[in-house]
């Protein structure tokens, strides 16, 4: 296992998603005891950071959740980066990322997942996924996480929070979770994702009439 321990600031490690040929999202999330936190930034063409690219700091704070999301462009397609954060005197892991090749392109691999229920069992797949530095992105269609309480669906691992979840508190408690299992957060810390909604974002089998599991009673 070669992953980096995450910085105590820095426990649900780095992202980076939707690239395009000169710009992509980079994201991370502090975790402070501050009323807000200043949070800088690089991102370079070298794992040891030193040929630069771009760099500046931002301010995160309760509102979003502490996290930091960024539309880093000016970049060149089809070119590999890396990319780190810095907030209160901690570093994050450095983080890998790809522009894509919008000129002339003469291949494309993609790694696809789908419908990942944490409570079934554990992330080998992404594991594999993040070994796969020939991989220009990830695509995930959707189930990113799941919104049962613990023993409803699955009982291998359990939840944080351990209900369903259904207010703004309970879906970043859900993400938080989720971002901090090692497997998933090495696969965000190796690869852009491009990420796609399904029912388990919002409620199970959600349609136009409701959702199999959606009280309008007690739960909006």
């Known amino acids: 296992d070669t992953t980096p321990e995450p910085a105590e600031v820095?426990?649900?490690?780095v992202a980076s998603g939707d690239p395009l040929g000169d710009r992509v999202i980079l994201w991370t999330r502090v975790t402070s005891e501050a009323?807000?936190?200043?949070?800088?930034?690089?991102?370079?063409?070298?794992?040891?950071?030193?040929?630069?690219?771009a760099s500046g700091s931002v301010v995160t704070n309760a509102d979003v959740d502490f996290t930091v999301k960024?539309?880093?462009?000016?970049?060149?397609?089809?070119?590999?980066?890396?990319?780190?954060?810095?907030?209160?005197?901690?570093?994050s892991p450095v983080g890998r990322t790809r522009t894509i090749d919008d000129q002339s392109p003469t291949r494309l691999r993609l790694g696809v997942v789908s419908c990942a229920s944490y409570a079934h069992g554990y992330f080998h797949v992404y594991r594999r996924i993040a070994e796969?530095?020939?991989?220009?992105?990830?695509?995930?269609?959707?189930?990113y996480i799941y919104e049962y309480a613990n023993d409803e669906y699955g009982?291998?691992?359990?939840?944080?929070?351990?209900h369903e979840i259904l207010t703004l508190e309970d879906y970043r408690t859900r993400y938080g979770h989720y971002r901090k299992d090692p497997d998933l957060a090495e696969a965000h810390r190796q690869h852009p994702f491009y990420t796609v909604w399904d029912d388990h974002e919002l409620a199970n089998n959600a349609w136009s009439g409701g959702a199999e599991n959606h009280d309008?009673?007690?739960?909006?």
């Open 132 to 143: 796969r530095l020939d991989l220009d992105a990830v695509i995930h269609l959707g189930d």
């Open 155 to 162: 009982s291998i691992r359990t939840y944080e929070p351990p």
């Open 70 to 91: 960024l539309d880093v462009d000016g970049l060149s397609p089809a070119t590999t980066y890396f990319y780190q954060f810095e907030a209160e005197e901690q570093a």
């Open 10 to 13: 820095f426990v649900h490690g």
């Open 216 to 220: 309008e009673a007690t739960e909006g």
């Open 35 to 53: 009323d807000e936190v200043e949070v800088g930034w690089v991102i370079a063409t070298d794992p040891e950071l030193d040929d630069v690219v």
